[in-house]
């Protein structure tokens, strides 16, 4: 099982940091994925990171301001959302890369996290 926590209210250009914490099994040899959702879009990739984490991948739209990292140790993935904007509103949810090779596509994940809601005020 995949919680999301971390989301909240914050204004434009402010930071929050987000986690997936891992139950139930360990995920420390999985690609995770975090997405979101933003009211009345669909789901869309945000970022990807490899199980050492020394892989990672970046939508264009978030490139430069989030970073994705993990820790195994705690079986948890993290999401630094920096210089944010109103429209990085959206729930975001982790998955995981189900074969483990860095899908673009929602397809390709499954153990989807309950999400956590960001706001993001002008």
């Known amino acids: 099982q995949l919680q999301a926590s971390g989301g909240g209210l914050v204004q434009a250009g402010g930071s929050l940091r987000v986690s997936c914490a891992a139950s139930?099994?360990?995920?420390?040899?999985?690609?995770m994925g975090w997405f979101r959702q933003a009211p009345g879009k669909e789901r869309e990739l945000v970022a990807v990171?490899?199980?050492?984490?020394?892989?990672?991948y970046y939508a264009d739209s978030v490139k430069g301001r989030f970073t994705i990292s993990r820790d195994n140790a705690k079986n948890t993935v993290y999401l630094q959302m920096n210089s944010l904007k109103p429209e990085d509103t959206a729930v975001y949810y982790c998955?995981?890369?189900?074969?483990?090779?860095?899908?673009?596509?929602?397809?390709?994940?499954?153990?989807w996290g309950q999400g956590t809601l960001v706001t993001v005020s002008s």
């Open positions: 998955a995981r890369d189900r074969r483990g090779t860095y899908s673009r596509e929602l397809a390709g994940y499954d153990y």
């Open positions: 990171i490899s199980w050492s984490g020394g892989i990672t």
């Open positions: 139930g099994r360990s995920i420390s040899l999985d690609v």
